[in-house]
C-alpha cells in the first residue's frame, strides 16, 4: 500500500508541477531586417560586441508571459545616442515580408503589430523598472503617407543605422491595458557575454492574448542595429490537460500492477 501511495503521491505532484510550470520557446536571431542607411546588406550594423542580439527565449505561465532578449548592447546601452527599445507583440500570428533573412522586411511591408510592452525608462539610466501594455497604432504605412500612428522608427544616417525598424511607441495622451515590470540581467562585465532583459505581464482579461494560437515579436535598440523578430506558440490548456491525464495514466498502470502481485 505504501508502493502505491508512493506512485499516486509523485504522479500527483507532477501533474501540479507540469499544471503550474512555464512552457519555454527559443526564437533565434535569424532576422536581419532591411538594408542599413548606406545601403550595406547585413545582420549586425556596427561592432558585434556593441550591438549583436543572440535570442529571445518566452515563457508562458498561465496568463502571465514573460520574455527574455539576450544581447551584447545591455552591457553598451547609450552607445552612439541610443536607447532600449519597447518589445512589439502580434496577437494574430506572424506575417513578415520575404524569406529568411528577412533582409527585405522594414515597417512598410512588414507585420502589423497589435500591441507594445512600454518601458518607462529607455535611457539605461535604471536596470529594472515598470512597463505598460499598449495598443499599436500602425498608420499608414506608405510611403506617399509618412503617418506611423504611434510608432517611433529607427534613425539612420552616416552612422549606418538600419532604417525603417519599429523601436519604440509614443504613449502621450495614452492608456495601458495591463502594467507589467522590467529587468536587465548582467551575468558579468565581460563584453563577449550575452546579457539579458526582461519584460513581464500579466494579461489576464484581455481576449486578444488569451484567444491567440501564435504571438508575434519584434525587439530592438534606437538605432535598429541588431534586430530580432519572430514568433512563438501559445500553449492551449489541453497540452497541459493531456500532460497530466498521461502521468494519471502511469498512476493507473501502477495501481494495477500492485494489486496483481498483491
Not at 101 to 115: F, L, P
Not at 217 to 238: K, L, Q, R, Y
Request: net charge negative; glycine share 12%.
Amino acid at each position: 500500500m505504501k508502493k502505491l501511495l508512493g506512485i499516486l503521491i509523485l504522479c500527483s505532484l507532477a501533474v501540479f508541477f507540469v499544471a503550474g510550470s512555464a512552457l519555454a520557446y527559443t526564437i533565434n536571431d535569424n532576422y536581419w531586417g532591411d538594408k542599413e542607411g548606406t545601403g550595406s546588406d547585413r545582420d549586425i550594423v556596427g561592432y558585434d560586441y556593441h550591438f549583436d542580439v543572440d535570442r529571445m527565449e518566452v515563457a508562458i505561465t498561465g496568463s502571465s508571459l514573460t520574455v527574455d532578449i539576450y544581447s551584447r548592447y545591455f552591457n553598451n546601452i547609450g552607445e552612439l545616442g541610443t536607447e532600449l527599445g519597447d518589445l512589439f507583440i502580434s496577437t494574430n500570428g506572424w506575417n513578415p515580408s520575404g524569406a529568411p533573412t528577412y533582409n527585405t522586411d522594414y515597417y512598410y511591408n512588414g507585420e502589423s503589430w497589435e500591441y507594445a510592452l512600454v518601458l518607462n525608462d529607455h535611457s539605461g539610466g535604471a536596470t529594472s523598472g515598470t512597463l505598460g501594455l499598449y495598443l499599436v497604432d500602425n498608420g499608414e504605412k506608405t510611403f506617399a503617407n509618412p503617418d506611423t500612428g504611434n510608432i517611433i522608427l529607427s534613425k539612420f544616417g552616416s552612422n549606418g543605422f538600419r532604417k525603417y525598424q519599429e523601436t519604440q511607441v509614443d504613449t502621450r495622451d495614452l492608456s495601458s491595458s495591463a502594467a507589467g515590470n522590467w529587468k536587465i540581467f548582467n551575468s558579468s562585465s565581460d563584453p563577449d557575454t550575452n546579457d539579458y532583459l526582461r519584460f513581464v505581464i500579466d494579461y489576464s482579461g484581455i481576449s486578444d492574448f488569451e484567444d491567440a494560437s501564435e504571438y508575434g515579436f519584434h525587439w530592438t535598440m534606437t538605432c535598429a542595429n541588431d534586430v530580432i523578430e519572430g514568433s512563438a506558440p501559445v500553449p492551449e490548456p489541453a497540452t497541459l490537460l493531456l500532460l497530466g491525464t498521461g502521468l494519471l495514466g502511469l498512476a493507473g498502470i501502477g495501481r494495477k500492477r500492485f494489486f496483481k502481485k498483491s
